[in-house]
């Protein structure tokens, strides 16, 4: 009967423990957790609601302002520039990436590496604001600092850069793709690192595949994993985009460079309509809901495998 | 398969040479400009050295001047106190759910995994109206509290699976000989794991810093003058035209110069933290 009891009595202090643990690990973030997602839903909400002024009106209103973007005109370019930003701001990104890891691989020069690695990743480091503030000057069709450097060559520059509405939004997506191209290519290293890889390298270059058979058939099929991680972060980080937009062009000329955030932000904070930048706000989350999810899957097989 | 090798050298070299101007261009423009007189600037010789360095141009930056009315003195201070707050505390509250998630596999922590991954890039648009009416609800909008709030809840996640990607590779024996000896997992983690885990503690301290320093979104929606971010006041410098190109410069050296240091020195640490952020611990 008392060792029963006594099992018992552990029993509940072995429960007690993990009660106890459970909650001083986890309690915070399960705390900014409950509180991020109810913002969530509460934006939500916001959305489905009625507020056009500085003050608040959750009235039910269905999806009336879903239907008042999808009737603006503005939202549609805003659409096509996101569009653009998502399909330049990484493929050109990830292809410069894995052939100059690749590059680094076979460089033939020592120290090659840690410079390349310092050169441009630095950019990592700054913020878009500077980053914009400095291309934007760079970009300047009349005093900017490419086409003085043009002019002084003898080339009359046929560039306007930003001021261009048919193009400006790629010259926007080229700063991107220089910020991030650092971080790409460190993260695609890192994944050429496996000495599975590096193995199968090796046979191939025994078997005398050439170089870039080698990089085609061998090294790319295998970091699918990390081409994966590495897509989806630039995936989510372009369509994030907005303080390059802002500083640089503030959506403009006109609204040609205009994506959902800036859209997002005139709307709820300029135009007060709190409803329709809310559902903006949800179209955002919703698309880079879909495009995390083969991202999640793959971090949680490998977290929990 | 000489002359092949030869090929290699020239991409290589051409590779170089192009990246080495696409990269060095921006910044070496940026620091000789930033030390120029203004009519330098307007001669229009941008890549030559100044003539004589204009120290005064950060002096000018950071304290405001005639031709520069957004002194960033305050905004770097207040960005300090945002920031350190914000990396220390989710350094600490990530440690913790990390190591969590980590050692214990339940069908619990597999649902907060997957709330904690979706949470991870969340776009800002999506919770900003509601994180900018619990701000001004609760008064927080006016000290520095309400931008260290929006952050730790934004940013926690990230924090969370950072360390976690760290403690996933850190061997579980000594844990293991620890718990056999009757030590709470609480004191496995403040004895043992967090001692030797220092190293994995600045990767994402430097993550979180330079992620929180140069946030402009969230910055910008919660503005107050008091507690104008670093971020916020260069883009007022930045949108102004008539602040000179070289206190614009002066003021954007002042802006990156605590992560581009961090980078320039710690700068292992920082490829370890980018590299666990693409769980690759």
Known sequence: MIGIKALRRQKTKRLRDSVLEFLVFTLPLVVFLVILYGTLAWNFYVSTANWVSTAPDYTFTGLKWYQYLFHQNRFWVDVQNNLKWLILGVLPTVVAAIFLAYLLELAPFPGIESYVRTLILYPVAMSFVVTGTIWSWLYQPEKGVFNTILASLGVQSPFTYTNDPATATYWLVLIFVWQYLGFAVIIIQSSFRTAELQEMVEAANVEGASKPRILFSVIIPNIRSGILVLVSLLLINSLKVFDIVWIVTRGGPGIATDVLATNMIVTAYDQRLASAGAAIGVIIFLIAFILVIPYTIYALRRWFD | ?281
Not at chain 2, 13 to 35: D, E, G, K, R, W
Request: aromatic share 12%.
């Open chain 2, 1 to 281: 398969m000489k002359s092949r090798s030869n090929t290699l050298k020239l991409l290589v070299i051409v590779v170089l040479i192009v990246l080495t101007c696409a990269y060095l261009l921006p910044i070496y423009v940026m620091i000789t400009n930033s030390l120029k007189t203004l009519p330098e600037i307007q001669q229009r010789t941008y890549l030559a050295f100044p003539q004589q360095a204009q120290l005064k141009n950060y002096t000018d930056a950071l304290f405001g001047s005639r031709d520069f009315l957004i002194p960033m003195a305050k905004p770097i201070v207040n960005s300090s106190i945002i920031t350190g707050v914000v990396t220390l505390l989710a350094c600490f509250f990530g440690g913790l759910g990390g190591y969590y998630l980590s050692r214990v596999k339940t069908t619990f922590t597999r649902v907060i995994f997957v709330l904690v991954g979706i949470a991870l890039y969340l776009p800002y648009q999506a919770v900003i109206i509601p994180l900018t009416t619990i701000t001004a609800k609760t008064g927080l909008i006016n000290s520095h509290f309400g931008l260290i709030l929006c952050y730790l809840i934004i940013n926690m996640p990230l924090a969370s699976v950072l360390m976690g990607t760290f403690f996933l590779s850190f061997p579980h024996e000594l844990e293991e000989s620890a718990e056999v000896d009757g030590a709470s997992k609480i004191q496995i983690f403040f004895r043992i794991v967090v001692p030797v885990s220092l190293p994995a503690y600045a990767s994402v301290a430097i993550i979180i810093f330079t992620q929180v320093w140069n946030e402009f979104f969230i910055a910008l929606t919660l503005i107050t003058p008091k507690t104008q971010t670093v971020q916020v006041a260069m883009a007022m410098t930045q949108g102004s035209t008539i602040s000179p190109y070289n206190l614009q410069m002066a003021a954007s050296l002042l802006t990156v110069g605590v992560p581009l240091l961090c980078f320039l020195f710690l700068g292992r640490y920082f490829i370890r933290g980018v590299l666990a952020g693409a769980l690759k611990g």
